[in-house]
């Protein structure tokens, strides 16, 4: 996903090529929310079989968390710097995504 908000940065004033990104970026996103979800429900059932429910509403939240994060960062970079520079700030944070979940994984081990 971070690289197709890349290649929409570069493609975004091409029309066509910018209407295929935002394509693959919707697919994307939609396609990782069930396996998303899995992950979390197979960790709760291995670390606290009793709240599944409770780890599968949480993950939710945080998705809706994401969301108003995202419209609110999103919107102050449109103000800033002007819509094309979207792109590039989702990359940023996909990257500090990517970073922090290699950290954790080395803490956890």
């Known amino acids: 996903m971070t690289a197709v908000q890349f290649l929409l ?5 091409f029309k066509w090529l910018g209407l295929i990104m935002v394509l693959f970026l919707g697919l994307f996103a939609f396609m990782n929310v069930p396996g998303e979800q899995l992950v979390i429900v197979q960790l709760a059932e291995q670390d606290h079989p009793e709240d599944i ?3 599968s509403a949480l993950n ?5 968390i994401g969301i108003m994060i995202g419209s609110g960062l999103g919107s102050q970079i ?7 520079m979207t792109p590039y700030v989702g990359v ?3 990257v500090l ?8 994984k080395r803490v956890a081990k």
Do not use: R
Request: net charge negative; proline share 0%.
């Open 53 to 55: 429910g409770l780890a």
């Open 60 to 64: 939710i939240s945080a998705f809706n």
């Open 97 to 104: 995504a990517i970073g922090l979940t290699w950290i954790l």
């Open 9 to 13: 940065g570069m493609f975004i004033n």
């Open 78 to 84: 449109v103000e800033t710097t002007g819509l094309a």
């Open 92 to 94: 940023l944070m996909g």
